[in-house]
């Protein structure tokens, strides 16, 4: 079966008569004919008969027809969309993508510097912020991906931001410590998250953890005030919460920022995004 033989199908149910399918689609009343010869074939099936007036769809046509039409219907998004990649380049991120401001501004200088193209930012909450997923062509991703078939950058780092609710006394304070999560619950998202247990010294290691999947399971344990929270510089910056309070933990490792995307296949102008997104990160580090 061929996306041909749907189309003249579809175009001889439309235009009424074979004559006027061969004209619509440039060719022969023969080639028509014989191409929806061929679906029939194909199916086993009569899907149309000639009648005195043009042609009449049998049963198994009018069944045919609705699929034909939908098959159709993808094969023209399918066009659309590669067209489309030509002029976006589209960036998955799990919780952040560069923080509120480097994101924008990203955008903003990629279009100036690449008339017609555009940067998409997708949010997806899996381990590859979309990349394995085909939902992006590059990702941002905060843990050092373990794929080797992933090309991979690192366009920066950023410091380690503790979240409490507002009420939270910790919250009151300019800065924190490691040594201030002691005794407390700590939600963590194994897959996504940059933060686990292993972070904190054994001496003053938080009482519990509670696993959450994605960033606004982690935002509404925190604005419950069941848990507190350690997170990125970015996440501070892109989803602020008036009930959320952001506090630096001074003494925490900070977190390197990795561009990903798969090494066989690269995007087009990748380097030129990891060159411009680096230099990005630079000016805010000397800002």
């Not at 952001?246 to 920022?257: G, K, L, N, Q």
Request: hydrophobic content about 40%; overall charge positive.
């Amino acid at each position: 079966m061929e996306v041909r033989q749907l189309r003249a199908f579809v175009t001889v149910v439309d235009e009424g008569t074979f004559t006027d399918a061969a004209i619509a689609l440039r060719t022969s009343q023969a080639t028509v004919s014989r191409t929806v010869g061929a679906l029939e074939s194909e199916l086993g099936v009569r899907l149309v008969r000639r009648t005195g007036r043009g042609v009449a769809l049998t049963p198994e046509g009018r069944r045919a027809l609705s699929h034909a039409r939908r098959v159709l219907t993808e094969c023209e998004r399918l066009v659309a969309d590669v067209a489309q990649a030509e002029s976006q380049l589209r960036i998955g991120f799990a919780w952040a993508g560069l923080g509120r401001h480097n994101t924008g501004m990203l955008q903003r200088r990629w279009t100036q510097a690449y008339p017609g193209s555009s940067l998409v930012f997708v949010h997806a909450s899996t381990p590859t912020a979309g990349l394995s997923e085909g939902l992006a062509d590059v990702a941002v991703t905060r843990r050092e991906p373990r794929d080797q078939r992933m090309g991979r950058a690192v366009i920066g780092v950023e410091a380690r931001y503790a979240a409490f609710s507002r009420d939270d006394p910790l919250s009151r304070r300019r800065t924190v410590r490691l040594a201030d999560f002691a005794g407390r619950v700590v939600g963590i998202d194994l897959k996504t998250g940059t933060t686990t247990v292993d972070l904190f010294p054994a001496d003053t290691a938080p009482a519990g953890a509670r696993e959450v999947h994605g960033i606004e399971e982690w935002l509404a344990l925190i604005e419950s005030g069941e848990a507190c929270g350690m997170t990125t510089e970015a996440t501070a910056r892109q989803h602020t919460r008036p009930s959320v309070a952001y506090r630096r933990v001074v003494d925490a490792p900070s977190v390197p920022v990795w561009l990903v995307w798969w090494r066989d296949d690269p995007p087009a102008r990748v380097r030129e995004l990891v060159a411009m997104a680096t230099a990005l990160y630079a000016e805010t580090d000397a800002d």
